[in-house]
């Protein structure tokens, strides 16, 4: 079974193209300049599944068009769309730092512990929208959080352990919280 860890986010499949079996997709990296994969991995109700290449070729700088091995016609061909579309870290060549390839998004489903090994949350995705990168997680309670991607709260990032471990300022993950007891102008 192949894994995320085992994977790198290329883009998405948006729709058929024809009615052969051909699709568009969206890409988000620059892979197709280091690497000529022999197949995509599609994400199809949460299990990644490889889809062998027969051909594909590029529209423009951001949608490229793909034919699998298997996928005849255009009702086929529906079934993938919609759907985010892997590359294997395996096919990259050993000098390529995935980062490079897929920005921040890297880091989504890495682990955010505290300096003390208390687990804070699983980094579920990142917004790089503005100058001040957030890391939204989700906690082990099920709440959803941001904290701030800094390099100042950042001690150290295991790649192999896929956990970054942070010094966050006091008080900080309070600022997530909908705690009922927090003074208000109110009480003032």
């Not at 959080?145 to 008080?171: C, H, S, Y």
Request: proline letters at 5%; glycine letters at 6%.
């Amino acid at each position: 079974m192949i894994t995320k860890e085992e994977v790198l986010k290329i883009g998405k499949i948006t729709k058929p193209h024809g009615l052969q079996g051909e699709l568009a997709f969206q890409f988000e990296t620059d892979i197709f300049d280091e690497v000529d994969p022999p197949y995509f991995i599609c994400e199809m109700d949460g299990i990644l599944v490889p889809f062998y290449i027969e051909d594909y070729r590029f529209k423009n700088d951001e949608i490229g068009l793909v034919k699998f091995e298997g996928i005849n016609n255009d009702e086929e061909a529906k079934e993938l769309s919609n759907v985010d579309l892997y590359i294997s870290r395996k096919l990259l060549p050993d000098d390529i730092d995935p980062i490079d390839l897929e920005g921040s998004s890297y880091y989504v489903g890495y682990q955010v512990t505290s300096e003390d090994g208390d687990k804070i949350g699983e980094i579920v995705a990142i917004d790089d929208s503005t100058e001040n990168v957030l890391f939204e997680l989700n906690t082990p309670s099920g709440e959803d959080i941001l904290i701030p991607a800094q390099d100042d709260f950042i001690v150290e990032i295991d790649d192999e352990k896929r956990v970054i471990t942070m010094n966050l300022p006091e008080g900080l993950l309070l600022l997530n919280t909908e705690d009922d007891n927090l003074p208000t102008d109110e009480d003032e």
